[in-house]
Structures are given as C-alpha cells and as structure tokens.
C-alpha cells in the first residue's frame, strides 16, 4: 500500500471489498469463470450487511444521446463499483474499462479485483469535480 492510503475515499468500505475478495480466492483458488467469483462474492457481501447490486447498468452518453450501455459486476452501496477478473494479470485495458465507469457515473472510486493465478486488486479514483 503507498502512503497515500490513509486517506483513500471510502477506505472502511474498500477494505471490507478487498477482505471479501480475498476469502472468496482463499475457498475458491484461480480457474473459475467471472461470474463464480461474482456470485460468491454477493453471498459474502449479503453475510456482512452490505448493499450490493449485481450487473449494474451505466448508460455511456455522446452528445447526450444513450451510444451504449455497460453493465458493472457489482455497485456496493452506491459509492463503489467493483470489476472482476478472471485473467493472468490485470492489464491495461482492464484499468480503462473501470475508468470509463468511473467517468461515465457518479461513482468515484473503483476497485478492479482479480482472480488470477495470484489475487490482486488495483483501486482507481475518478473525482466528479474532474467529469
């Protein structure tokens, strides 16, 4: 973690995610399609008592006509959108497709969770003064 963690935005709530994510790995291991780990993490988050949405929708607006539409793994408690992967390593394109989330909504922090042959996580931040 750098320095900069203590002051993390939502940073109680971001590291019950990463505890989540990281019991989910500890049961499940590496191998299993997104939508395992999806799953057995909404148990998770319905065992703690916390609010979380799958396949959240995000409409991507271009000159304020709907061009498309993404769907988020899961939204927890409408200030956190969590993507999952299931790859050997996080790579670039991941990160983009969480920063476009962030841009595309009025969420300002992500976490990109993947279940790869060794777990990790990256945390992204998009302030809405900057959208």
Known sequence: MNADYQDFKYKELTEKIIEIFYRVYNKLGYGFLEKVYENAMMIEFKKKNISAVSQFAIKVLYEDEIVGEYFADILISNKIIVEIKAAKNI????????????????????????????PNFKRKAFDNLRK
């Open 91 to 118: 790579a670039e394109e991941h990160e983009a497709q969480l920063l476009n989330y962030l841009k595309a909504t009025d969420i300002e922090v992500g976490l990109l969770l993947n279940y790869g042959p060794k």
